[in-house]
């Protein structure tokens, strides 16, 4: 075999060991991207429980309750609509893992909404970002 016709099939094989290589990047930057939002809603969601758990504290309570937790986790009362459904929320993250911009809410019955205005809020569930 001649060095021309070795030529074509290494290329080959390079070419295609860039695209898995791709690929495996894409892969692995959407499956970390789904752990983070992840991340992002159980530890909201835990901060919910153990709210629920100390008898919902209220005022300086709730400041109390909410000091040594993540720092971009705030008391929240706001009222979204979502279709024909209106949530009132509880808590807020103010910068999710993922560092995408919005807001992600838990409301008062556990739902959670992610928010960029000015678009509609979301429903967001951990079943969501299952790989």
């Known amino acids: 075999m001649s060095n021309r016709q070795l030529y074509p099939s290494v290329l080959n094989v390079v070419l295609v060991l860039i695209a898995i290589l791709i690929g495996i ?8 991207g789904r752990s983070l939002k992840r991340a992002s ?8 429980d153990r709210w629920k758990e100390a008898g919902y504290p209220t005022g300086v309570v709730l400041a109390a309750f909410l000091e040594g937790r993540d720092p971009n986790i705030v008391a929240s009362n706001i009222t979204l609509r979502v279709d024909a ?7 807020a993250m103010n910068r999710i893992k993922t560092s995408e911009p919005g807001t992600l809410f838990v409301t ?3 739902q959670f909404l992610f928010w960029r205005p ?3 809020p979301e429903l967001w569930s951990r079943e969501n970002f299952l790989p």
């Open 25 to 32: 990047y894409v892969a692995i930057g959407i499956f970390e």
């Open 41 to 48: 809603l159980m530890e909201l969601g835990m901060t919910y």
């Open 85 to 91: 459904t209106t949530y009132v929320t509880q808590f």
């Open 108 to 110: 008062t019955n556990r």
């Open 118 to 120: 000015p678009k509609t």
